[in-house]
């Protein structure tokens, strides 16, 4: 899904498939990147970066790809468990600013 | 070791009234920022912080609105005269210092209903 507009977009999967999360990001200049993972009634929490000198990281079950042709940034996550269900921003910096998607809303299901 | 943290938790108020939020950030982070979220959407940036001084308040979207901090450390948002759209979550973040790449830490929120 796309991190812009006021409603937003939703990727529902089943339990034990990966999870594709996308990003369009809007500043070329941007120079680091981060995926954060909001559970309902917290705050957001880090889950990973990715600096605009690399392609793709990997963490622990997910992977984050950066497309800086396109501007196009997205998280992956394998093996999706019911725990991961949550909003998922991605956020950009460029220089001291930073700015994050509206986010897409990730539902598991068992 | 300790988060950042954010009181009130939740915050109900009558439309015209004013409010404060406050946030107590990370031991020894220099930048604080407060972000607001309104439901459904995205994380919208209010004000950062680095130290005592405000560089960007660009995000501020009235003059309803104001922050200040204080030691280095904890500090207040400010909404005067409470409109029902100042309804929202306000979340407050801070990181060890604005140069290079350092991650934002989250507080929980306050979530402000205005009636």
């Known amino acids: 899904g796309e991190s812009v507009g006021l409603h937003l977009p939703t990727l529902s999967v089943q339990e034990g498939d990966n999870s594709i999360i996308n990003c369009a990001y809007s500043?070329?200049?941007?120079?680091?990147f981060i995926w954060y993972k909001q559970e309902s009634g917290k705050g957001p929490q880090f889950i990973i970066d990715i600096r605009s000198n690399m392609d793709k990281r990997q963490g622990q079950r997910v992977t984050v790809l950066l497309n800086k042709t396109v501007k196009h940034l997205s998280l992956q996550i394998a093996a999706t468990q019911p725990g991961d269900s949550a909003v998922y921003f991605c956020a950009e910096r460029f220089v001291d600013d930073m700015r994050f998607g509206a986010g897409t809303r990730l539902t598991v299901k068992p | 070791g300790a988060g950042v943290s954010q009181s009130p938790s939740n915050k109900v108020t009558e439309k015209g009234k004013d409010v404060e939020l406050r946030c107590d950030p990370i031991s020894g982070h220099t930048a604080l920022y407060w972000y607001r979220q309104s439901l459904g959407q995205g994380l919208e940036f209010l004000i950062y912080?680095?130290?005592?001084?405000?560089?960007?308040k660009s995000g501020l979207p009235s003059d309803r609105f104001s922050a200040e901090r204080t030691g280095g450390s904890v500090s207040t948002l400010t909404i005067q005269r409470t409109q029902q759209e100042d309804s929202a979550v306000y979340l407050c973040a801070s990181s060890f210092g604005p140069e290079g790449y350092n991650e934002q830490f989250f507080g929980p929120g306050t979530r402000l209903t205005v009636l």
């Open positions: 500043n070329s200049a941007s120079d680091y």
């Open positions: 912080f680095q130290g005592n001084s405000a560089p960007d």
